[in-house]
């Protein structure tokens, strides 16, 4: 059973650009969440899909915007870069058909840092 | 108010002591709980999850739930210098709600 895998791991950007991150989920997982942990915080939920349509979003504005394709697999696509976005991105995969006591698995994260 | 809140750390307990962690969360309605952890510089890590009232235990760890208090609560026992990591408190409601997370420190 494959777990979650995301890319790139690092990346370093410039204030005003765009960023794409990607998620691969755990094998049997169908349902994506993509979570920004800022340095010293608990991770800050973004947005969920689950059969290709977003099913819940955070309190992040409209640049923050995602993807998730047949496979499960997703992206993150954040426009107009801030200083304030330099977080850990995470995915997190799971099978929400079995209910909400099943557990999140989370990727190895995005470093993404902003200049 | 926050939606889920951990004690203030970090928190330094010798090897073999008795490692408590404490988390409240503000939606009573919250049945799904968990707990991670997570090393400096990598992801978090699934160790408990709970969803009834009382204990629940896994080798060295114990979760503790209390829905009327809306509070949940872990403990390491016997802690190793290998448990030094930030412990995360989140409440699933089909989104994983986090706390601030609480860095735990064992001294050898």
């Known amino acids: 059973e494959t777990g979650v895998t995301q890319s790139p791991t690092h990346l370093i950007k410039t204030r005003g650009q765009q960023v794409t991150l990607r998620c691969s989920s755990q094998s049997g997982h169908n349902t994506v969440s993509w979570y920004q942990q800022a340095l010293g915080q608990g991770p800050q939920f973004i947005f969920q899909y689950y059969r290709e349509e977003e099913n819940g979003r955070g309190n992040f504005p409209p640049r923050f915007s995602g993807l998730q394709f047949p496979n499960y697999s997703s992206e993150l696509n954040v426009n107009a870069l801030e200083l304030d976005d330099s977080a850990l991105y995470l995915c997190a995969s799971s099978d929400i058909s079995r209910g909400q006591d099943y557990g999140y698995t989370f990727g190895s994260g995005t470093r993404l840092t902003v200049v | 108010q926050k939606e889920v809140e951990q004690n203030s750390g970090p928190l330094s307990v010798p090897e073999g002591a008795i490692a408590s962690l404490n988390c409240t969360y503000s939606?009573?309605?919250?049945?799904?709980f968990f707990w991670y952890r997570q090393y400096s510089g990598k992801s978090p890590e699934l160790i408990m999850s709970?969803?009834?009232?009382g204990d629940k235990e896994d080798g060295r760890f114990t979760a503790q739930l209390n829905k009327a208090s809306q509070y949940v609560s872990l403990l390491i026992r016997d802690s190793q210098p290998s448990d030094s990591a930030t412990y995360l408190c989140a409440v699933n409601d089909y989104k994983l709600s986090f706390g601030a997370g609480t860095t735990v420190t064992v001294r050898a």
């Open positions: 709970i969803y009834s009232n």
């Open positions: 939606d009573r309605g919250s049945q799904s």
